[in-house]
């Protein structure tokens, strides 16, 4: 029994001294959401833009091909009485092989355009963290996560708004 006390009296001395040094060595954490700050920043909206120059001519090309397929669909329907079969055979064929070709078009399209903003977003991205890790630093933190990896935390421990100033030139 003394034994037994003994030992129940050091583990809580022992664990209330863990618990004394854990509070004297408080960590400094902060949080960034970094959604907002890519949505807040002008780079986002230029990189938007510059996509879509880049794509336009494309866009463009993709856009006449539907035209041109609508054209031909009205030409048939409206000639189909006054057509031979071997007419409307050929425009039918016409109409698959371009409706085939304009699908081919905008599913390779949209997959180069969603790689082009997934690059181009995935660079400003590591321009968000540098920023962050760089604020941070600044400002004496021990660790900084994600508004996504936080269940709470108080309004004095989000650096967004710093991170964003920073990024925009407004230190």
Request: a negative charge.
């Amino acid at each position: 029994m003394k034994v037994l006390m003994k030992t129940t009296v050091a583990a809580a001395l022992l664990s209330t001294a863990f618990f004394a040094n854990a509070a004297e060595a408080q960590q400094k954490i902060g949080f960034v959401s970094m959604q907002n700050v890519f949505q807040q920043l002008p780079q986002a909206q230029q990189i938007s833009e510059r996509l879509q120059q880049e794509f336009a001519d494309d866009f463009a090309a993709l856009e006449k091909m539907t035209t041109e397929l609508q054209g031909l669909q009205e030409k048939a329907e409206r000639d189909a009485q006054i057509m031979s079969p071997t007419e409307r055979l050929e425009i039918s064929r016409e109409i698959e092989m371009l409706e085939t070709r304009r699908q081919l078009k905008y599913k390779a399209l949209r997959e180069d355009s969603e790689r082009r903003q997934q690059e181009e977003r995935n660079k400003l991205m590591r321009d968000i963290v540098r920023e962050a890790q760089t604020v941070a630093q600044a400002e004496g933190y021990d660790m900084v996560l994600n508004d996504g990896s936080v269940l709470y935390a108080g309004e004095e421990l989000d650096l967004t708004d710093e991170v964003i100033a920073k990024m925009t030139g407004g230190n």
